[in-house]
Structures are given as structure tokens and as C-alpha cells.
């Protein structure tokens, strides 16, 4: 069976990029690079607020939840959560913490506290990019990015929408949860793909109209206990 490979960088214009061969020939994604999916903001750059931070920032907090997923995650990390009696709540949202949702802009600013008046630390340049939320304050969530980096967004920057990122080079997408399973797909590292049903072990995920199953332990994104229907 014939494998395609799919970059990590710029998913988005590979899709227009793809070169069709001969009856029966797997096609192949090449993607433009794109930039990395933080920056750190020159010290000189003014602090300028995204358009949505401007329209937003006046509105009342929201009395509805900014994601749909609603799956209480047990599993709390040590290094973002201090223990609790229970599982912890958002006071904003009543929804569990910490818990992952997806950037739902290609640029937003991380801020040092939760408010515009603090600087902005870092701007996330990748869309559906998957961040693990810690904290809240009114408008403000505080999220962390898979390399533990990252500060207060504001909620209407973030998305329900479950993602993932590629953890290992290489994985291949199965047709179903076993590693003895035909592969559809090579995903290198770095890729973000759409979450689907997650088993003990195994989540099925869909990227670039390709579906299939991969090993929870390679995905960023997801709680190693997580079950999803």
C-alpha cells in the first residue's frame, strides 16, 4: 500500500499543492514553510491588541461555555494544577481544569496577566494549534502550548474544536487501533490533526482528508486517560 506523507508545516497550502500522478500512485502533500507557531515580540514593538482582544474586550463575561466539549478530564497535570479535594472546576465556566481546547485564529496574543494592559509575552501564529487551559479570569484564560510555554489569551480566541499535535516522526495512521494494521499515512512531527474517538490506547484522528487510528502515547493534545466516544 502506498503511503503519503504530510508535513507539519503549512497543512493549509499543501491542500492547494497537490500533485496528482498516474492511475493507482498515492498523491503527495509539499508544503511552503510556515512560520513557527511562536514568536516572541521585539522589545521595541508596540503592544498592539488583535482585533478580536479590541471588539471583545468590552463585552460582559459570558454566562455560556467557550467550548463544546464538555468530557471531565480527571487527570490533572502537577506541573499546571496544585492538588484538590475532587475534580477542579473553572469559576468562569464551570468546566473541568485543566482541560484542552484549540487556538480558532491563525494570531493571538499571550499576555503576562489577564487583562490588555499587560504585555504580550508570545503571539501563537498556528490556527487549531491544541493549548491546555489552567486557569480562568473573567474574560482571560491562562493556557500552555506542548512546550509548556504560554500566559493569558482571551476566550474568544480558543475553540471547542479538539486537536492534536504529532509527538513522533513518522507515525503512521492505521486503518484501525493495532499496530499489525495497514497504513494509510506517514504524519511527521509537528502535525495537527482533528480528534476523533479515543480508546484506552488509541485515538482516531483525520488530517488533510486522511483518517485512520494512532497511538494515544504520540499525540499532544489529549490526557492519557481520556475516553471519547
Given at each position: 500500500m502506498h503511503k503519503t506523507f504530510l508535513s507539519?508545516?503549512?497543512?493549509?497550502?499543501a491542500l492547494a499543492m497537490i500533485h496528482l500522478g498516474t492511475a493507482g500512485v498515492a498523491q503527495q502533500l509539499r508544503?511552503?514553510?510556515?512560520?513557527?507557531?511562536?514568536?516572541?515580540?521585539?522589545?521595541?514593538?508596540?503592544?498592539?491588541?488583535?482585533?478580536?482582544?479590541?471588539?471583545?474586550?468590552?463585552?460582559p463575561p459570558r454566562t455560556q461555555p467557550e467550548?463544546?466539549?464538555?468530557?471531565?478530564?480527571?487527570?490533572?497535570?502537577?506541573?499546571?494544577?496544585e492538588p484538590v479535594e475532587g475534580p477542579a472546576v473553572g469559576p468562569e465556566t464551570n468546566l473541568p481544569l485543566p482541560r484542552y481546547v484549540s487556538l480558532k485564529t491563525?494570531?493571538?496574543?499571550?499576555?503576562?496577566?489577564?487583562?490588555?494592559?499587560?504585555?504580550?509575552d508570545w503571539v501563537f501564529l498556528r490556527r487549531d494549534m491544541p493549548l491546555l487551559v489552567t486557569a480562568e479570569y473573567g474574560h482571560w484564560r491562562r493556557v500552555v502550548d506542548r512546550e509548556g510555554l504560554g500566559g493569558?489569551?482571551?476566550?474568544?480566541?480558543?475553540?471547542?474544536?479538539?486537536?492534536?499535535?504529532?509527538?513522533?516522526?513518522?507515525?503512521?495512521?492505521?486503518?484501525?487501533?493495532?499496530?499489525?494494521?495497514p497504513e494509510s499515512a506517514l504524519l511527521e512531527a509537528g502535525v495537527i490533526a482533528r480528534l476523533g474517538t479515543c480508546e484506552p490506547d488509541?485515538?482516531?484522528?483525520?488530517?488533510a482528508g486522511y483518517r485512520g487510528w494512532a497511538p494515544k502515547s504520540a499525540l499532544w493534545g489529549v490526557e492519557a486517560d481520556e475516553i471519547r466516544d
Open positions: 507539519g508545516l503549512g497543512l493549509l497550502a508544503p511552503e514553510p510556515r512560520p513557527a507557531s511562536l514568536v516572541v515580540p521585539a522589545p521595541e514593538a508596540p503592544q498592539i491588541d488583535t482585533p478580536t482582544e479590541a471588539k471583545l474586550a468590552a463585552e467550548v463544546e466539549d464538555t468530557a471531565i478530564i480527571e487527570a490533572v497535570p502537577a506541573s499546571v494544577a491563525s494570531e493571538g496574543n499571550v499576555r503576562r496577566g489577564p487583562s490588555l494592559s499587560h504585555r504580550i493569558w489569551v482571551h476566550y474568544a480566541l480558543l475553540s471547542g474544536n479538539r486537536t492534536v499535535i504529532v509527538d513522533k516522526d513518522m507515525l503512521a495512521l492505521r486503518s484501525r487501533p493495532d499496530e499489525a494494521a488509541w485515538c482516531r484522528i483525520s488530517v
